[in-house]
């Protein structure tokens, strides 16, 4: 695809997503998750393994969420754990990368133990408390299993990024270039 054709789709979708935040602020709207579709691609030495994933569908921004979780992490997670992140939007035919801002969009992260906002041995704020989840490193080897638990997604701003549109997600996680995880998603946000 050509390098003038790519500025010209880039700048259709930032008007596309000015407007759209512009109208969701007016109308104090709320986003809703559908059509949520997974499947891992981790590879058989990979140290988490996903069993289930289930999220209630439509899912409202704000709003309650169902989840159900089943995995299992086989060896405990440390630092380094280098994790990247790829977001792509749908812009007529293509698919166009969401750019990394404020560690939002399609981010590298060299160690994103060292960024997470929790330090450890300090509890663990809500949701991850009553889920039994761990909010910092280093994760302990174990299983990790939600079934059908409700979990609210505040009145948060929306960034840019997240305005009506079909996206597709890819998360991959190493360890000492061990793979932890490998996930990719498929949603629609309308």
Request: glycine fraction near 6%.
């Given at each position: 695809m050509s390098q003038s054709l790519m500025q010209v789709i880039r700048r259709l979708d930032e008007k596309i997503n000015t407007v759209e935040i512009v109208e969701l602020q007016k109308q104090g709207a709320t986003l809703k998750l559908k059509q949520f579709d997974w499947v891992t691609c981790s590879g058989p030495d990979a140290l988490a393994r996903i069993n289930e994933l289930d999220i209630s569908d439509p899912l409202s921004i704000p709003g309650n969420i169902t989840i159900t979780v089943d995995s299992?992490?086989?060896a405990d997670v440390q630092s380094p754990l280098k994790v990247a992140v790829r977001v792509q939007k749908k812009v007529g035919f293509f698919?166009?990368?969401?750019p990394c801002v404020d560690n939002v969009g399609s981010c590298d992260y060299e160690d994103l133990c060292?960024?997470?906002?929790?330090?450890?041995?300090?509890?663990c704020p809500e949701p991850f408390l009553s889920l039994n989840l761990p909010c910092n490193c280093p994760v302990s080897k174990g299983d990790y299993v939600l079934k059908n638990k409700l979990v609210?997604?505040?009145?948060?701003?929306?960034?840019?990024?997240?305005?009506?549109?079909?996206?597709s997600v890819q998360v991959q996680a190493s360890m000492n270039s061990q793979e932890v995880v490998c996930f990719q998603s498929k949603f629609a946000l309308v």
């Open positions: 299992v992490l086989s698919w166009i990368d969401v060292a960024i997470i906002p929790f330090p450890p041995g300090e509890p609210h997604i505040p009145d948060e701003h929306i960034p840019q990024f997240l305005a009506r549109g079909q996206y």
